[in-house]
């Protein structure tokens, strides 16, 4: 088990922090949000959170979820999120031109802390309140001016994105999939998207991230046995409960990597998510009581991922017909063939209208696919009035 960790290890080399993210999380600082990544390893930045961006969080989140849960939409925005962009306009141009001309930010990591319980993770929360600052930026940009490029500025998110799905955890990757839903609801508002803009968008295996930081997720247990619990006086663990613990880990570990590891190739529209985990569950030894104990959800994240792969077919579809009613003055008769290559055997309905209205719907319905209070969730299916110039 030892030398498939070091083998398992060997693909993640640890790294620090770099002055693009330096830079960048003086930058955040100045925006009022914090750093983008903060972490006890490195020194504080200078300044902190300004109540500016929370008095405006709630208002934020809410105009988020409910105008890019809707098929179409008049994008309508708040006063009190315009005015915050208008004042704060120049601190997210700087970082817009900072991300678009410089390298990739990273930040510090080493594989081998994640073994560590004690050990705490970053704070990712600044890159996900950016990614929301310039989702919102780019709505209110593409009101104003339907037939502007706004490619540059879904660049600089896509880039930050990729930042954080160059990392191997987990929560980077559950953090890099809520952006990326909020990438496809925002496009969909779009007039379009430039053919190589959109082929990088559409290429991100999402799915295949989230499979190797599951890997991760296993192995972290395994970390009981290479640092097992500290002495922390009267709650020191007897040698044989001691003994229990790692044998419990050992046991975790391997049963949770053979599981994910059957994750690959799965057909998120026909896996059944219960199924899994009770096999999962099942496949626990006897005697491994505490291996069982809180048990994530993680097959219900990996097809989470999928539905995002979906979003983002559909999203593809929506720019494709754009493109043509750009051209024509109306919404196209029809699209080329759109199959699905997350779900091979399923395809994207187009239906043109006689009252000049277009749909696209999926050819299955997925019963999981449901909104929940609280989770911003995109339809599987889109609907627009005729075409207007």
Known sequence: MSQDWGNFASQFPKTAINDSARQLN??????????????????????????????????????????????????QIPAVLQDYLQKRAGEISAIRRHVASSETPVWQMDIERFLDISAPLPNLGGLLKLQKILMLDILVKNRIDKKADL?????????????????????????????????????????ALP?????????????KSLERALMLEAWMM?????FPPKDEGNMALQPLELMYLQLSAMDTTAKNRLAFAKLEGE?????????????????????????????????????????????????????????????????????????????????????LNS?????????????WVQPKPGSFQLPLDYSAPPWQK
């Open 195 to 207: 053919p190589e803009g959109l082929a990088n968008m559409m290429a991100v295996d999402y799915q």
């Open 26 to 75: 003086q930058l955040t600082v100045k925006l009022g949000i914090g750093p983008a990544v903060s972490s006890r390893e490195e020194p504080p930045t200078p300044g902190g959170e300004m109540q500016e961006f929370e008095n405006i969080r709630e208002e934020l989140d809410k105009f988020l979820n409910s105008q890019l849960e809707k098929p179409t939409s008049n994008v």
């Open 355 to 367: 009252d000049g209205t277009m749909s696209i719907s999926f050819s299955r319905q997925l019963p």
């Open 151 to 191: 490619w540059p500025m879904m660049a600089v998110s896509y880039q930050l994105n990729q930042a954080l799905r160059n990392r191997p955890d987990a929560v980077s990757q559950l953090l890099a999939l809520i952006v990326a839903k909020m990438q496809a609801g925002v496009a969909r508002q779009l007039h």
């Open 267 to 351: 057909n998120v529209c026909t896996f059944d998510k219960d199924a899994f985990e009770r096999e999962r569950s099942d496949a626990i030894a006897w005697w491994n009581d505490l291996g069982r104990l809180g048990m994530p959800d993680w097959a219900g994240q990996w097809q989470n991922t999928g539905k995002v792969m979906l979003d983002w077919e559909l999203t593809a579809q929506v720019l494709a017909a754009k493109t043509a009613a750009a051209t024509t003055g109306k919404w196209p008769s029809e699209l080329p063939d759109l199959p699905s290559k997350v779900c091979p055997g399923e395809r994207w309905i187009y239906q």
């Open 222 to 226: 395994y970390g009981l046995v290479q």
